[in-house]
């Protein structure tokens, strides 16, 4: 049986603030990102930090910092990149957040995409306590914690 977690996105999914590019003016997007627990992962225009231990906003944005349209950066303590960033660089961490700005100079591009995903719980077959689901929720590293309730 697979329990696939629903935590709520919005729980650690970055804000993000666009400046639209037109002929006279570079877009740009600012990326304020939020705590990644074990396992969650942000995209960013092609460009995924997985998290393997607890990051703060800061570090995820230290992460990203200093990033190349076409490049993957090294992977920080406590995470992993996959994929290429594309279409914008990035400048310093400023306290978590970060300026995106277009490669393509005075246009107006499509905007940077942002996405987030959270790792699933599989619950192996033959786990039929209550007792041992809990036990396996509780070891997975999802940030959540079960426990037992009389009512």
């Known amino acids: 049986m697979t329990l696939s977690f629903a935590i709520n996105p919005s729980a650690f999914k970055p804000t993000v603030v666009t400046t639209q590019g037109s002929n006279a003016t570079t877009e740009t997007a600012t990326v304020t990102f939020k ?7 942000v995209t960013i225009n092609g460009l995924t930090l997985t998290a393997t231990a607890a990051l703060s906003a800061t570090q995820v944005a230290a992460a990203y910092a200093n990033a190349t349209s076409g490049s993957t950066p090294t992977n920080p303590t406590g995470g992993t990149f996959a994929g290429s960033l594309s279409g914008f660089s990035t400048g310093a961490n400023t306290g978590g ?3 995106f700005t277009s490669s393509t100079a005075n246009l107006n591009v499509t905007d940077l995409a ?26 997975a590293g999802l940030g959540v914690n079960a426990q037992l309730v009389n009512t």
């Open 97 to 99: 957040s970060l300026v």
């Open 114 to 139: 942002v996405s987030v995903t959270s790792k699933k719980l599989t619950i192996p077959a033959g786990l039929d306590k209550a007792s041992e689901i809990v036990a396996t929720i509780n070891a």
């Open 35 to 41: 705590d990644l627990s074990v396992g969650q992962s």
